[in-house]
């Protein structure tokens, strides 16, 4: 796609748009990596991982940078890694759960936990409408596709 054709569709969004006050910028490329695997070989893996010395003394992120919907995951993720001994106190267990109510619960097996969440966020980012909940067999057939698009990567990956 040219830089003309990117234009002209920003205009069907925004007729007045000035092309002479735009500038394209890359906004995130999709990473791949292939990862060794003692019984597979190299499997592919997309997105971004944190890696972590031995000793817990330096940590990187490498891929392209989280979106937000993954990011506090990553970095929550990453405080177990790094901070082990303090992530595991009485003080940093009441400050993450501060911070994130549902910390170390998963939302998949406690549906009251997940209506509370939700409407909290709903509350607070000021929604109208109550926020679209899946029903259990919409979760589990989710769950399933993600599981079987797993295996075809981790298939492909170990066809390289």
């Known amino acids: 796609m040219s ?3 990117r234009f002209e569709a920003l205009q069907k969004y925004y007729p007045e748009a000035n092309q002479d006050d735009w500038t394209l910028w890359t906004a995130g490329q999709r990473v791949q ?3 060794e695997n003692p019984e597979k070989g190299g499997v592919l893996q997309f997105g971004t991982e944190v890696v972590t010395s031995q ?3 330096m940590s990187a992120l490498l891929g392209a940078s989280p979106g937000a919907s993954t990011a506090p995951s990553i970095m ?3 405080l177990d890694r790094v901070f082990p001994e303090q992530v595991a106190s009485a003080e940093w267990q009441e400050k993450l759960t501060d911070i994130v109510p549902s910390y170390g619960q998963r939302l998949a097996e406690n549906p009251e936990l997940l209506s509370e969440v939700r409407a909290f966020t ?3 980012l ?3 409408e109550p ?3 899946a029903s ?3 979760a589990e057939q989710v769950s399933e596709e993600r599981d079987g698009q797993d295996e075809q990567s981790e298939e492909a990956a170990s066809d390289l």
Do not use: P
């Open 136 to 138: 259990d067999s919409d």
């Open 76 to 78: 929550l993720n990453l």
């Open 131 to 133: 926020l679209n909940l």
């Open 122 to 124: 709903a509350q607070t």
């Open 3 to 5: 830089d003309d054709d």
């Open 55 to 57: 000793d817990g003394t």
């Open 33 to 35: 990596i292939i990862k």
């Open 126 to 128: 000021q929604l109208d």
